[in-house]
């Protein structure tokens, strides 16, 4: 009887191995049998594999424990223990590149043959260089210095169906095997150690089993990263959205609202006329639709208290010696404001106009923003003992004397300057409102809302200011046509905004475009041209081409023309030579430092953009005058929806605020949404906040811990830690870790 | 007839689905089947095979793959499953309820060590541990053993003179994951062998509502019980039956309740079952050649236990020693006291019960030799002897 021993890993093929032997073998004729010691089965757990081979019918069935030939497959595998119960005159057959006579020291008088099964393996695509399956080339070593043929081996694996390149890895190793038996005498080999003592299940210790530091058979180890949140990364304001989504998840909207001031002082504005690009960005929508986040930070906003939220704000503190003038109380002149007034700077806020806000005062109608919030947040933000002066114009001398008496200043005046079209009509007498900018008119009716009942107003453009335009016209009681020159897939409008208007009895006319203005004596007639999509512009959109048609031309009726062409920087408040630039103050002025921010700076369009510029600026502001730096590290990879496994998650629809009755959007500026109802301990609300992935972050779930076969993962200052001396490298925790924070990486 | 170098895992899915689909003409096969180690590549064997009519039935437990199988044989099917320590255990309710509806499934019962604490390896605790829910046993000591086996099986379990649940036995991993050659049947042969097709007298039919199993008297359920007994004392003789005909079929003879080798002349004989007694055969060869009156029993029926043909096989030996790969704690090895019970009115043979391999210790020529070495010792039995083997 000839019997062998096979050492190797869990994974690298050996029980297979034994059975390949078994078949070539019994392919000649030959009684064998094949088996492998099991349970230690997982990967990269060392496993013996036996081969009997007899001339007559074995009848042994019990473990090989004088083997004639020995195969090892794996290099950490290869020490004096796999000599126990050798007899000399067999084989020791190597899975290495080195050859035989470098183990003279190792096996010293054994015949030993070598053969770089791993490389030949992996060459011929059978497995990973950390867990290759080189039991096919194995076999054709063993085979050749067995004495076998080349077709037996061949035959062997035919037999089982293995082809391709397991077939040549055998051939190889069958053609470039070397083996020789080695200088020396033949040493006694290795006495195995001793058992220990075997605790019974009463002992005080955990009784009955071993301990096998099963950390050394791994090939890969689970390991913690931390990623960024998709929402996070698409939020122009910079809002930590997973974070105070998680708290609201728990009913602690004071600490979401705090999560939010952090970075923003206008939840309860971002709340409502964000475009919300965080939930674009929501992974959640793959699996079935985006949480509501904007509903949720308008929540916080509004149930949250910022008085509890952050405490002591307009008590009486210690402030920096360095003031701060910030001109312009839109969005980011407020944003930049509350920053520096939190950093202790003297903050003097300057505003043309009599009330504070900006374009969401005077832009945004009250249907979608309300006063109330709008001064409440205002309110909140000067309670930080900002210094405020309305009615107070700022033009370039204005601002020269300024950077004299201040430390540094900040300018976000916005978008002053509107875009305007040529109808044909600079005949037009003063008062005549049939034609007006979008702007002015949304100014004018919230301070003097005049009817327009039976009138038929028509607004060009497609943006936000077009959409509010035309809806506050509506109710105000008019007909109203939106003209736009290219679809309205194209329009740069919220969706939701275009939906809304449409809803209400909007009409958008697409792929039309203004031409003049003009009287028949019955009224105004707005003549059009019809427009084509042709090839993409600088934007990316479709350029917008004129038909030339003999019908592209056509009249519409109208009572007045309401222009939404978008807006500019009024750079003239800049003296000359000056030049905007990110990050750092304006070149070619003599005084303190001036910085550029929101709109005026980089026409984002956005409310939540301003609000981001505003802080960041004032971050630069802060590091030019006190050399901190706060700008956190660069952000980590963001956490695709390939890192995470939803299959802990159940379906859930999206919870939606109420909206009121489209009679009562005909006709009135009331607030259209209601936001999420806060009804049962605002039970709905939290519900929407739980259904957050927490994408990339750690939420302490315990399910990496509860999954854990090994139960060697233990928590440990707000994570985890893993017992590394007995991680078999299973990769269960990283398969069940929702988030994508656990996942393996090769040793 | 192909012969093959295949698991004992394969060689007893092979078998079950070549039975299965001799039923084909008949009213099909059928069977529940759940996994568990080491026996989950048969249910994976049978999941795979095209059955011309009938199907297994994946389910959510052990205990509801053996209502699948008595719902499947009630309707008439040939019905088989397969499992292993403790889903036998869980599965253990509807064991004796098939036992006592007399439904003829046949399991392949794959031993494995009960837990806790947890132990994949060979111990013959679990299948034991239902030797009274009245299904006969078979216990399988090679892969063509359990393959012959699973076929008698059939034969037997369905014979209208026993009309028995029937379980055949092999080794968890010694058996059921080595590879050995064997001679694998074909279609035609098992479809020769079990031409009687299944008929189960008692089948449910749409046309005769009955109840089967329903609230009986103590007189009913004591009648019932004895015809059990009827039926199981029927067993030698419809087995001795089954394996003359299955050598007529196959050309080869399995072995019958038990394999007495050596026992003629022998004043010494070791009892063993499974893979130990192939073992064991080595070491008694060794014995017998250097001048030793040894002999050995396989004992392969263990219910009914064949009390008379160990009383023949026994008949004058002085000592016997049985070896057991279970326990029955505050008692010993189970097959012990069978054989001691057997052998009550020869009251000068001494029966030494041995426990080895409990829990799967590796069992060595080595280690069975001492313990032959330890009974030529002995002038009176003792209590069962812990025998330790290498881990």
Redesign the interface.
Known sequence: MIEMTIYGRGGQGGVTL??LI??AY?LEGK??????V??AERSGAPLQAYVRIDDVE??????I?TPDHVIVLDRTLTTPCVLTGHKPDGWVILNSPEPPDAFAELFPGRQVATIDATTIAVTNGLGTRTVPIVNTTMLGAVGRVLGLTLDDVTGALA?VNFGGGNITAATRAFETVRAERLAGAVAAPATPPK?GKIMG?LDDEVG??PRIHTGDWTTRQPHRQQLAPPCNNGCPAGNDVRGFVEAMAKGDHNEALRILLETSPLPGVCGRVCPAPCMDACNRQEFDESINIRELERFAADEGHPHVAIRGVGEPHRWRDETVAVVGSGPAGLSAAYHLARLAYRVTLLERDSELGGVMRTGIPAYRLPRDVLDREIKFIVDHGIEVKTGTSVDQEELLRLTHSFSAVFVGTGLQHLRSVDLGNGSAEAGDKTVEQGLAFLDRIRVDPESLTGLHVIVIGGGNTAMDAARSARRLGAKVEVVYRRTREQMPAIREEIEEAVEEGIVLRELVSPVRLRHDGVGPLLTCVRMRLGEPDDSGRPRPEQETSEDAYFDMRCDRVLLALGQSSDLSILPEGSEVRNQESLLGLTGAPVFAGGDFAANDGTVTAAIGSGRSTAWHIHRTLSGEDLFPPPAEAVAGSDVLHTHVFSHAPRAESKTLSMKERRQSFTEVRSGLSAADNSVEAVAEAGRCFSCGVCTVCDRCMDYCPEGILLRSGGGYEVDFEYCKGCGICAAECPRGVIYMADL | MARK?VTGNFAAGHALALAGEANRRARGCAGGAYPIT?QTEIIEYLRRFEFSKGRIVPVESEHSAMAVCMGASLGGARTFTASSSNGLAYMAENVFAAGFYRLPIVMVAVNRTLGP?WN??VDQGDSLALRDAAWLQLYTDSHQDLVDTILLAFRVAEDPRVMLPTMVAM?G???S?????VDLPEQEQVDAFLSTGCDVPHRLNVNRPTTVGGLTWPKETEHHRREIQDAMENVPAVLEEAINEFEGVFGRRPDGAIAAEHTEDAETVLVACN??A??L??VVAERRTAGTKIGMIKSKLFRPFPRQAFRDALSGVKRVGVLDRNHSPGSGGIFWPEIATSLSDQSDTIVQDYLVGLGGG????EALDEIVEDLLQRECSGDPVWKEV??
């Open positions: 034994a059975k078994a078949n019994f009684h064998v049998q094949a088996f492998g099991y349970a074995i009848t042994n069935h019990n473990q424990r037999e058992a299940l009955g089993h | 170098l080491p604490p994949i390896w080794d991993f010694v058996t994951h080595t590879q050995m050659v893979t130990m192939r073992t055969r080595g590796d069992v060595t020529p290498a881990a």
